[in-house]
């Protein structure tokens, strides 16, 4: 049966809160240490030219219905024919995003500033909260849980007749790892605050793909099926009026 404990406030005083402080300034330092890090590109106009023609063909998309069927057939064949329309590209031209970052070394640069930006900090903090804060247990979560969270909240405890709600030191820091983005973007806004799962997965990748998403535009623009809202517009207009009404 899983045994209740009294968490002394020192616990608090000393471990809970320095080390939610420490990652939040932690996470604010490696943001304006990685800006000053970043280094200046002039950005390409051909991939400027596509990423303005995938936001035309989803606006296209979107208000499709509030044109006319013709003027939505000719904005269709004038951005997805199979001739000169501007979301078709050649197989022949397909551009490789590994070989254009290995072939950019400022890009190159870039990502290795930014993955060392990422996971010297996370070593460092990782060595100071093994080392200062180990088999300490730092919170309780206010509704049960089951056997599964064990390890993810009681990582470095090795007692299983500890309820299943408490969480330990290590385990408080992973969740203060991957669960500040909210806090981040009330601190430096929303388009700032990324948490290290998504730098993770950025680690993957090698850059942007600007043929993938021409052709996957080009795919959706090709299956939307018209219909023009505006001639049976009065009938619900009059329809929303007499509900209104009655």
């Given amino acids: 049966m ?10 608090r005083d000393w471990v809970l809160i320095p080390l939610s402080v420490v990652m939040v300034l932690i996470g604010v330092l490696r943001y304006f240490v990685s800006k000053l890090m970043r280094s200046y590109q002039v950005p390409d106009a051909k991939i400027v030219k596509e990423g303005q023609v995938i936001v035309r063909a989803r606006n296209l998309r979107s208000g499709a219905n509030f044109i006319p069927s013709k003027a939505f057939r000719a904005r269709r064949v004038y951005f997805s024919n199979e001739e000169n329309g501007l979301l078709f590209v050649p197989k022949g031209q397909a551009q490789n995003a590994q070989a254009q970052m290995f072939s950019d070394p400022n890009m190159a640069m870039d990502m290795m500033k930014k993955n060392l930006s990422m996971i010297i900090p996370q070593t460092l903090t990782f060595a100071w909260v093994n080392f200062f804060f180990s088999g300490f247990v730092a919170a309780k979560i206010p509704f049960p849980l089951t056997q599964r969270f064990r390890s993810m909240l009681q990582n470095g405890i090795d007692l299983s007749t500890v309820d299943v709600s408490y969480v330990s030191s290590r385990s408080w820091y992973f969740l203060n790892l991957f669960g500040l983005r909210g806090l981040f973007s009330l601190i430096l806004g929303e388009e700032n605050a990324m948490d290290d799962t ?3 997965m950025q680690m993957s990748g090698f850059g942007f793909d600007p043929t993938k998403s021409l052709s ?3 795919d ?4 939307v099926q018209h219909e023009w809202a505006l001639p ?3 009938q ?4 929303v009026l007499r ?4």
């Fill in 243 to 246: 509900k209104l009404v009655s």
């Fill in 216 to 218: 996957a535009e080009k």
């Fill in 232 to 234: 049976k517009f009065e």
């Fill in 236 to 239: 619900r207009a009059e329809a």
């Fill in 2 to 11: 899983a045994e209740d404990l009294v968490l002394d406030t020192a616990i």
């Fill in 198 to 200: 998504q730098r993770m």
């Fill in 220 to 223: 959706s623009l090709d299956i």
